[in-house]
Each structure stands twice: as C-alpha cells, then as structure tokens.
C-alpha cells in the first residue's frame, strides 16, 4: 500500500463514502471498495453504514463544522517570550515551575518548548536543538578541555598508589 493511503483523513473518507452514495452504491459495497483500497486504514463497516444513513437524511456535509468556544492552547509571541525568559536566566530550571509561575500546565510548557522555542531537555538542562557551527566547536572544545583535564587527575591518582 503506499504512504497516501495511510494519510487519508476523516473528510476526504467522508468524501469519497458521499460520492459512491451518489452513484447508487450501497453500504456493503462502499466498505468492500474502502478495505480494498485502504487496507486496515479503512473505516469500519459500522461507521460506512452510519455515514450512508447521515447522508440519505441529508444533513451530514463532507465538512467537519465549526467548534464554538476557545482552543484548547492558545500560543503567543507573549507567551513564548515568558516561557523563554526563564530559560535564558536558569538553563536548569523545569517545565513545572516554569509552569507554576506563569499559571500554565506542565505538559503545555514542556511541548511549546519542544515545538516553538526548538529545545529540548537534556541532562537536566534545556537547549537547542539545532546548535549552529560556533555552538558546537564551543562544545567540542569544553569537552575535549574536560576530558584532557580528568585524564591528568586520572593520571596523578594512578601514580599515587
């Protein structure tokens, strides 16, 4: 099966169910058309049926409609400055209290972090996930300077016994 069969959405399934509806096509015979196609991916005969039925009464769009009320994550340039502040101050500092203070849930901090800001936690600190070239010559650097630096007290230990 290819890879566009797997990013079917609910709509265009929706779709494709309305137009063998209106070619006459009767539920059993869209479903084993969608499983043909669609494999597991397919709706089941359950839900094809139940779609026939919306569409025979007429009041069923392809379309989902609109939702009143407010998102459930609202994401602003506000928003990700306030998280991203302290973040700068303290590279240490967790998704949970960054969450305490501004009121926000840990979960929301942690991916907005992952998804808009482009860090991540890392050894119990956050940072990019791209370094640039700079960044990572600096790291290199700090870690080759670290090792040398361990090594010589592995070195003087070593002679002392």
Not at 108 to 123: A, I, P, Q, T
Request: proline share 5%; aromatic share 8%; hydrophobic share 35%.
């Amino acid at each position: 099966m290819s890879d566009g069969a797997r990013d079917f959405n609910d709509m265009e399934t929706r779709a494709v169910i309305k137009y063998f509806f209106l070619q006459g096509k009767a539920p059993k015979e869209i479903h084993a058309i969608l499983t043909e196609t669609l494999g597991e991916h397919a709706p089941s005969y359950a839900t094809v049926k139940n779609w026939v039925a919306q569409f025979k009464r007429g009041g069923f769009p392809t379309c989902d409609a609109p939702r009143p009320g407010r998102p459930k994550t609202v994401t602003t340039a506000k928003i990700i400055d306030q998280i991203h502040e302290p973040i700068l101050e303290d590279s240490r500092i967790s998704a949970k209290s960054i969450a305490e203070q501004l009121g926000l849930s840990r979960e929301w901090v942690g991916s907005n972090n992952h998804e808009n800001l482009n860090m991540r936690k890392l050894s119990a600190k956050w940072v990019p996930k791209c370094l640039n070239a700079d960044q990572k010559r600096q790291r290199c650097q700090s870690s080759e300077q670290i090792s040398n630096f361990f090594g010589a007290i592995q070195k003087i230990s070593c002679r002392d016994w």
